[in-house]
């Protein structure tokens, strides 16, 4: 099995190290990243206008460029045959809303779009010590229960770093949590600042699972069409004509 592995945070980042590693006990493993944290970089691509690409060591490339950039060259400008693109472990967790600001998860929805299966791996900012326990049993798991598919990605969560150990692992909805935003100024410069309204957490999903010690599994699909909202529309086309 060729597995492709990529990230936001770079090349040289812990996450991707870890994730590489665990990844050689189940095939040929290609590194493909950033040359330097891309976090929110979502599905943006900057290859149309020129990236530098470099040789970092055995089959591992660094791209100047964001982290879908480096899904499609190491598909089309390496021509990886890969089965399997897995993301991360990302440096911080990708839950709930913040999935669709997610560099992490763009990347896998980059490679659901060219036919891939493919994960996304996230943990608490600097939890990695979970990580580096129960890594391996989560794609273990992932495999045995051959929860892959072509029809959508694998969204994977570690809990926050307060816990130990996780208590288990749940397939999970994706929590639309809400905030309340604003702006500040610190330093000269003007910040982003957000507070969420909620305090409880809907049960069985991905930000409740955080919350509670247990690693998620979320299925994202690609893309926000919906036939039905398009025969709604059309209904009502239909109706005022």
């Known amino acids: ?62 791209v100047e460029g964001t982290p879908s950039d480096c899904v499609k060259y190491g598909l089309f400008g390496l021509d990886i045959d890969a089965d399997l693109v897995v993301s991360g472990v990302n440096n911080g967790p990708n839950i709930g809303i913040d999935t669709i600001y997610s560099g992490t998860i763009g990347e896998t929805m980059e490679a659901l779009f060219h036919g891939k299966k493919a994960i996304a791996f996230s943990a608490d900012f600097d939890g990695y010590d979970i990580v580096k326990k129960e890594i391996k049993a989560v794609i273990d798991y992932i495999f045995s229960n051959e929860l892959l598919s072509t029809d959508y990605l694998l969204n994977v969560n570690f809990p926050k770093k307060s816990y130990d150990e996780s208590s288990a692992i749940q397939i999970t909805d994706l929590y639309i949590n809400q905030f309340l935003h604003g702006f500040e100024e610190r330093e000269g410069k003007i910040f982003g600042t957000r507070k969420p309204l909620e305090e409880e957490y809907k049960q069985h999903s991905d930000l409740f699972a955080f919350h509670k010690g247990e690693i998620s599994i979320t299925p994202l699909k690609l893309g926000n069409g919906d036939e039905n909202l398009t025969l709604q529309l059309k209904k009502k086309l239909n109706k005022n004509h």
């Open 1 to 62: 099995m060729n597995i492709l592995v990529v990230n936001d945070d770079g090349y040289q980042s812990v996450g991707i190290k870890l994730l590489a590693e665990a990844f050689r006990e189940y095939g040929n493993v290609y590194v493909v990243a950033p040359d330097s944290e891309k976090s929110g970089a979502s599905s943006s691509i900057s290859s149309h206008t020129g990236m530098m690409v470099y040789k970092r060591g055995n089959q591992t490339w660094s």
